[in-house]
């Protein structure tokens, strides 16, 4: 069955440090892969997306990812991570119509 | 603001009553999702429309839901009969073709 999994339910950083937030997916062919972002109450706003080509994604708000075929991941990094930067952060991925998401990584930055 | 917009933004019901939900895609946006995201999770696709016409709906659509898109402008989605389960977030989202998807602001569906 196709998936996605986030294997990290809560993540805490210190304001400045640098973050990575893992996400695997399970599809049978490479899916687009999408990283979003929600902040509490709030729709989740799309930080960046890959469908193909270059394997580092660059996105919005200093965020970056990269796409490895041959560990089926799709991992969310930023060099330094500010305070408003806490928040939900979901890995998408999408095959045909079918749009599946992770359970998610809640971020706490530290001051 | 992604220019998707849902309405109300959150809503309180009594168990049994019936609710419906208002998703106003960006215009030009020809397919137009609904999904439920409850609380830790991730959202769950519900169904999609791609422009007036319901292309799929997920197990997860109870014959107590239905949703419409009659001009293949808006959308909404309607519970009967709401259980406590239905207490959830559903978001609405919109795209052209096979760009990424623009999510409303959800409506939080709180049943007591």
């Known amino acids: 069955a196709q998936s996605v999994t986030q294997p990290d339910i809560h993540i805490t950083v210190s304001e400045g440090a640098s973050l990575e937030l893992r996400c695997n997916y399970s599809?049978?062919?490479?899916?687009?892969l999408f990283w979003y972002v929600q902040s509490p109450g709030q729709g989740l706003q799309l930080l960046l997306k890959?469908?193909?080509?270059?394997?580092l994604v660059q996105g919005i708000k200093g965020f970056e990812a990269e796409f490895k075929r041959s560990q089926s991941s799709f991992n969310l990094r930023k060099p330094s991570v500010h305070w408003s930067d806490a928040a939900e952060y979901f890995c998408?991925?999408?095959?045909?119509?079918?749009?599946?998401f992770g359970a998610g990584t809640r971020l706490t930055v530290k001051p | 603001d992604t220019g998707v917009s849902q309405d109300p933004r959150h809503k309180i019901t009594k168990r049994g009553q019936n609710v419906t939900f208002r998703c106003d895609p960006i215009?030009?946006?020809?397919?137009l999702y609904w999904y439920r995201q409850t609380l830790g999770q991730g959202p769950e696709f519900l169904t999609y429309?791609?422009?007036?016409?319901?292309?799929?709906k997920s197990r997860l659509l109870s014959d107590r839901f239905s949703a419409e898109r009659p001009k293949g402008s808006f959308s909404t989605l309607e519970i009967q009969r709401t259980e406590q389960g239905d207490s959830a977030m559903y978001l609405c989202?919109?795209?052209?073709?096979?760009?990424?998807?623009?999510f409303g602001p959800g409506t939080r569906l709180t049943v007591l």
């Open positions: 599809y049978g062919a490479t899916p687009y």
């Open positions: 890959y469908f193909s080509g270059d394997t």
């Open positions: 998408a991925g999408k095959n045909n119509n079918d749009m599946r």
């Open positions: 215009s030009e946006h020809n397919r």
């Open positions: 989202a919109s795209l052209q073709a096979y760009n990424e998807q623009f």
């Open positions: 429309f791609q422009n007036e016409a319901q292309l799929e």
